[in-house]
């Protein structure tokens, strides 16, 4: 599975960007997808994922901020953030989780970059 990620980019304090993340190949069904992010010095953490059947799972430090969505025909997910801080900073990463009979496989994406101006 191959997962290209896209959005990122510089934007000021309060605004807000669209991640896109697309999952191609593979021989199984995509089920969970999701994203991480990676500050500079600190460790990768979660910061939304979505099952197959539509549930999601949101990072407490969010506050309601970001919203997750997946179009499941496109293998696709996707991450609106608003009200973006200095904070929220950092590489962003797509995964997804590959269903193979009775096997799960998880793929990262490459990261896109997310800056936030103050």
């Known amino acids: 599975v191959q997962l290209q990620a896209s959005g990122g980019g510089l934007v000021q304090a309060g605004g807000s960007l669209r991640l896109s993340c697309s999952a191609s190949?593979?021989?199984?069904?995509?089920?969970?997808m999701g994203w991480y992010r990676q500050a500079p010095g600190k460790q990768r953490a979660l910061v939304a994922s979505?099952?197959?059947?539509?549930?999601?799972k949101y990072a407490d430090f969010l506050k309601g901020r970001f919203t997750i969505s997946r179009d499941m025909a496109k293998n696709a997910v996707y991450l609106e953030m608003n009200s973006l801080t200095p904070e929220d900073t950092a590489v962003y990463y797509c995964?997804?989780?590959?269903?193979?009979?009775?096997?799960?496989?998880?793929?990262w994406g490459q990261g896109t970059l997310v800056t936030v101006s103050s």
């Open positions: 995964y997804a989780v590959e269903k193979s009979g009775f096997s799960r496989f998880g793929y």
């Open positions: 190949g593979g021989i199984g069904s995509i089920d969970d």
């Open positions: 979505i099952t197959g059947a539509g549930s999601t």
